[in-house]
Structures are given as structure tokens and as C-alpha cells.
């Protein structure tokens, strides 16, 4: 089994900046891309940034630089600095890894984290 678990999604004022984690646990034998998506309530989900295992990035349009993807492989974990949020980038926001598990180190599936909320106050 594998788990994501996301955590630092808060309350925060427009302008401000948070850090998000996510931390990828269990029969892991390696981890392929990771990504953050994001959905508000009542619009589809949509990816936020990914990063490969060697650490190219790729952001959606809305970022426009205010966004920073990083990843530490040695701790199976992936994290999303966030900076000049504004009130449109609230959301929950979810994790998402291509990972070789243990048992199948050939053939790696896709696991998703139950979310972290962010809420940006004008």
C-alpha cells in the first residue's frame, strides 16, 4: 500500500504565501512524477505543477511565476511554495504521484493524497 498525505493548506490573506507537503509512504520502490492539482468548488480539477524524478517542472497558466514545485526524493516528498495568492486560488488542493511499488516495481500506478484546503481572503 501507499499513501499520500498532504499538509499546509490554511487560511490566508491575499498577498500571502503558503508552503504545501506532501509526503508519500508505504511499499515504495520509486516515484515517478509528482504533481499538484487543485479544485474549487463547483469547477473541474486541474493541475497546478509537476516535477519528473529528476526535477523538471511544469505549471498550469494560472501560475505565472508565483508558484514554486520541489521535491525531495530521499523522503518520498513533494512540496508547493505558493506566494502573492490571491482570493481565485482558493481550493482544496491534491497530491498526485506515479509510483513503482514494491510489489510491482515494473508497472507504476497513480495515487492521490485526500487533499489539503486553502482559503485566500481578499
Known amino acids: 500500500q501507499v499513501q499520500l498525505v498532504e499538509s499546509g493548506g490554511d487560511l490566508v490573506q491575499a498577498g500571502g504565501s503558503l508552503r504545501l507537503t506532501c509526503v508519500a509512504s508505504?511499499?515504495?520502490?520509486?516515484?515517478?512524477?509528482m504533481r499538484w492539482y487543485r479544485q474549487a468548488p463547483g469547477k473541474p480539477r486541474e493541475l497546478v505543477a509537476g516535477?519528473?524524478?529528476?526535477?523538471?517542472?511544469d505549471y498550469g497558466d494560472f501560475v505565472k511565476g508565483r508558484f514554486t514545485i520541489s521535491r525531495d526524493n530521499a523522503e518520498n516528498t513533494v512540496y508547493l511554495q505558493m506566494s502573492s495568492l490571491k482570493p481565485e486560488d482558493t481550493a482544496d488542493y491534491y497530491c498526485?504521484?506515479?509510483?513503482?511499488?514494491?510489489?510491482?516495481?515494473?508497472?507504476?500506478?497513480?495515487?492521490w493524497g485526500q487533499g489539503t484546503q486553502v482559503t485566500v481572503s481578499s
Open positions: 498526485n504521484a506515479d509510483v513503482y511499488s514494491s510489489s510491482s516495481p515494473l508497472r507504476f500506478q497513480p495515487y
Open positions: 508505504g511499499r515504495i520502490f520509486r516515484i515517478n512524477d
Open positions: 516535477i519528473t524524478s529528476i526535477g523538471r517542472t
